[in-house]
């Protein structure tokens, strides 16, 4: 029994975030998965827990929390378990340092991008009515606009080619960093490494031009080290569509 | 241990920074820098990638141990970390979730939309040199031109409106601070929040409790101490690019 519910689409990006730091923990949770491509995420069931309709929420007891960032600082703190966060204060304003930088530079790059060749193209074919009174139910104006892009190709290419750029700079500024220290933001696995992780670990099959063993070869030390957790192990088992087939098609050939 | 901050005037991130490090009696060496005139990027500061590319744009960095530390909330969760002043965050787990993600929701709605107002009304007059972040310098180099797209003014102007409502719904339990206790989340909110009230001042009309708590912060003893640091006479109407507004999503 836990009393302990996570909300969450697939492990991957935001979604992976919470998931793979309460596997990290040992936490038992109740495993809420919301098809994300079916709107589960708008419907009335889900906006009674999460009002503004965003994945992923979790619930502890009575509580309910949202923005995955902070759920994983909470996870941390609230459970017992393996720490998470480094002990020594500048490395802990270094995991807050890259989570944010990933959140809120990298993060959205890489989601356009994701979001223009997966996410988009795999709601498209469904009925345009029905497509809209979904749209329609979304609470957030911004999102509404971000889905309205994604399904109708809208990103222009001004927008995608400076995605890419960052992209590109991004997986530059990851190799640097991780050829400075075995961990993202320490000489420990923190919350930087999951959230990292939660974002860049396709990037040997989505930029293969820019991140493989001869460009970025600490970026690809820690994807593996990473894979082969069994954390990561139980928390891809949770996923059910081709981007968890994704990984683990990526698990064999690094292997 | 050696620590030295080098700020700006006492508006915006600086402002948190400072009042933290006065609310937590950390011993640091003050550099006053002027971050109008891109101070950041010239040799007076360390140059580390974390400085460069730092979400925040012009803000304070923090020197402790040749390490230079930048982003304003995540510097006073440090101060709080190191210092002996009353503690800046909450101690129980959900209490200090809240305080992270309402700081969360600061740092990229309203800092953004409040950088963005604060530039229209007093834009730098040259871009620097030497700025590192392609990005940053697009937005400096917008402001020095006065290009300032109607759309994204409207939207900063919802969202101030949408930070004080934040701000007045929170306080309507009659509590004298944010998360009840004074924490970051008071600093943060205020520092981009101040200079607010003469730019958006309908966002502020009937907003007694805001207004109230607006005034119990500007007269925190950190606060006073941070503020008499300025070199003129309105710091909170000084302003260098900050946070971009989001992109997408």
Redesign the interface.
């Known amino acids: 029994m836990t009393d302990v519910t996570l909300y969450h689409w697939e492990p991957n990006a935001n979604s992976g975030k919470p998931m793979l730091a309460l596997m990290e923990k040992g936490v038992p949770f109740n495993s809420h998965y919301l098809d994300m491509l079916a709107f589960d995420q708008h419907k009335p069931d889900y906006l009674a827990i999460n009002p503004m309709g965003t994945i992923p929420a979790m619930t502890?007891g009575d509580?309910v929390?949202?923005?995955s960032?902070?759920?994983m600082?909470?996870v941390d703190?609230?459970f017992p378990g393996p720490r998470l966060m480094p002990e020594n204060?500048?490395d802990?304003?270094?995991v807050?340092?890259w989570m944010?930088?990933m959140d809120?530079?990298l993060g959205?790059?890489f989601?356009?991008i994701g979001w223009s060749v997966f996410v988009g193209p795999s709601v498209r074919q469904k009925d345009p009515a029905e497509l809209e009174a979904a749209i329609e139910r979304i609470p957030m104006p911004?999102?509404r606009i971000?889905w309205r892009k994604a399904i109708n190709g809208a990103f222009s290419a001004e927008?995608m080619a400076?995605?890419q750029?960052?992209v590109a700079l991004g997986i530059t500024?990851l190799e640097?960093?991780l050829g400075e220290r075995e961990w993202l933001a320490s000489d420990h696995y923190s919350l930087a490494d999951i959230n990292g992780f939660n974002l860049a670990y396709a990037l040997p099959l989505s930029q293969p031009h820019l991140s493989n063993d001869q460009l970025t070869p600490n970026i690809m030390r820690w994807v593996r080290a990473i894979y082969a957790r069994p954390a990561t192990k139980r928390c891809w088992a949770l996923g059910k569509t081709d981007l968890a087939k994704r990984a683990s098609l990526l698990e064999a050939e690094l292997a | 241990m050696s620590t030295t901050l080098y700020h700006g005037e006492p508006n915006g991130p600086s402002l948190t920074v400072l009042a933290a490090l006065f609310e937590k009696n950390v011993d640091a060496a003050l550099e006053r820098i002027d971050l109008r005139a891109g101070d950041r990027h010239s040799d007076k500061v360390p140059h580390a990638?974390?400085v460069d590319?730092s979400?925040e744009g012009e803000g304070p960095v923090l020197v402790?141990?040749g390490?230079a530390?930048?982003?304003s909330?995540?510097?006073a969760?440090?101060l709080d970390?190191?210092g002996s002043g009353p503690a800046l965050r909450p101690v129980d787990?959900?209490a200090?979730?809240q305080m992270?993600?309402w700081c969360?929701h600061i740092?990229?709605r309203l800092a953004p939309a409040a950088s963005y107002l604060g530039l229209q009304a007093s834009p730098p007059g040259r871009v620097p040199e030497g700025i590192v972040s392609?990005?940053l310098a697009g937005r400096w180099r917008d402001a020095a031109e006065g290009r300032f797209d109607q759309a994204k003014l409207g939207d900063s102007r919802t969202k101030i409106g949408q930070a004080v409502d934040k701000v007045e719904a929170q306080l309507a339990d009659g509590r004298q601070w944010l998360m009840g206790d004074f924490s970051v989340a008071d600093l943060e909110t205020y520092a981009w929040l101040a200079g607010m009230q003469p730019l958006v001042p309908e966002a502020f009309k009937g907003r007694a409790l805001t207004r109230e708590w607006l005034g119990r912060v500007k007269t925190r003893p950190s606060v006073v101490r941070a503020r008499s640091l300025a070199s003129v006479s309105a710091p909170e109407r000084v302003w260098a690019p900050g946070?971009e507004i989001?992109?997408?999503?």
Request: glycine share 2%; proline share 6%; hydrophobic share 40%.
């Open positions: 502890h509580l929390l949202t923005e960032t902070a759920i600082e909470y703190e609230a204060p500048v802990q304003w270094r807050r340092w944010k930088f809120q530079w959205p790059s989601s356009m911004e999102r971000s927008e400076e995605s750029r960052r500024f640097q960093a | 990638m974390e590319q979400i402790v141990d390490t530390m930048t982003d909330v995540f510097l969760c440090y970390e190191v787990p959900y200090r979730w992270m993600a969360r740092i990229e392609i990005d946070p989001n992109r997408w999503g």
